[in-house]
């Protein structure tokens, strides 16, 4: 019964705040054309098993870049001995040798390895601790130099980030250990150089893959990120190569974000001292009874806080390379458990994979980019012409530049957000007609006017080049672009930087 009420609540929110938006663009499309990347923590066994219908793996394709496999990377789930792995899940996802391909290859992802040195007892190899007493310093580096070069460099040039160490910072604000360090096998037989180790035996492993250190409770300018800063400068001191610094972002709906807070500042900080970063497992806490949020106005405003987080995000990009949640779906949430179930809720898709507030301001963000109204559209290689339809023939008629005033109603167009990620073009000449795309994927894609129908094809993306310069992309094929070619011919074209490929919008 709490199962099918849980249904029903997110049925009815869904249907409440977004009855039109039923078909959204995606979030792999639409931060694409953003310039950052959109990524989530999968489990692999779902990937393999294809669960829910095929809803899990076709939801991750739509959306994201970056797959970040919740457990199959991490010690305790692979690392069975020494010389002892457990490669299955891993091989499937990636391939087994170097020539291979696996799953996230044959679909377009990229992998986020997680994590190589987990600096918490709770997560080291059982078998790896009993020997604590017994097995010297020196014998504990060359175990981890040996784990390390069997893990990464069985995948190099296949994972392009990882984290080489974990949640190192304790959370107690002092202790006698460096840097506060967390107490744990690795410290107890290494102390601080256990951190400098991992990073120079991963970057020996993988020259070419980014090395970062990942932690929660470090998005601010707090002690806990304050602290992971300074141990960071000193591994590089001591000749280690460390490039980023993946903040966790598990954080509650109260949360505030705002431009040139804290989060800003430390981001800076980050920047100003040559470290790359990325959100690597956001989600959003709800307060819940029996699954559902205690009060549904927390589900909007956890709609506007991850759009905030948005934000942040595109103003540090491209030192900021990408937004990653832990998971899509409340389906399969840690939160909740975390929690004893008194919150949850906490990411952009509900229990039957239905897109709440949180993926719809976070699909706005992205794609709205002109505010609704009327426009002018010239080319950026011919700027004293402009688009425009013969308005004697308006139904199916072929769109073409023209070169006199461009003032008439035939050479101007109403602009109209659609509300899932693309726009509306129709002749100010005509409303009940729109800008549609046909053969798109022929050499030279064509376009015409027809009777608006509600059809894909008749769905547009813009992205900005800076102020009132845009391309304009069928939604059908958001890879290509509204062209022009010869003289006054307009079709759809694969992108080649080019002006013939910019359109000025000018409002008017």
Known sequence: MIREWRLLFWVCLAINSVVEAQNPLGLRASSALRGILFGTAASVNNLRKDVDGGQYNSFIKKNY?????????KPMKLWHGINNYNWSNCDWLLGATTNSTGWAQQNGMQIRGHTLVWANDKNIPNWLLKQESSISSEKVKSLMYDYIHAVVG???GKVPWWDVVNEAIDDSKNNSRPFNLRDNFWYRKLGPDFVKYAFIFA????????LYYNDYNNEDMGTKSTRGFEMLKWVRSQGATVHGIGMQWHIRVSKNV??????YQNAQRLIDNSFEFM?????????????NPRDPNDVEKQGLLYRSILKYVLHFSPKCRALITWGFTDRYSWVPAFYNGTE??????DWNYQPKSAYWQM???LARVLPN???RLSPESQPNKCLGVYDNNITSSVIQLYDDSCNTPNKKWTITWLNHGTYRLSPVSTSVHALSTYNTTASIGAVKINNWLFDINQEWVFSSYGKNLFRIRPRSAWWRALSVYGTANVGIIDFISGDNKRWTVTSI
């Open 373 to 375: 109204g009327n426009y």
């Open 363 to 365: 699909q706005e963000e």
């Open 279 to 291: 959100i690597t497992e956001l989600d959003v806490a709800i307060p819940i009874n029996d699954g």
């Open 203 to 210: 970057q020996q492993a993988d020259p070419q893959a980014k």
């Open 154 to 156: 069985r995948y190099r």
């Open 65 to 73: 870049h970056v797959i970040e496999p919740e457990n199959d990377f």
């Open 344 to 349: 949850g809720a906490a990411l952009p898709i």
């Open 258 to 263: 705002k431009f040139a807070d804290q989060h």
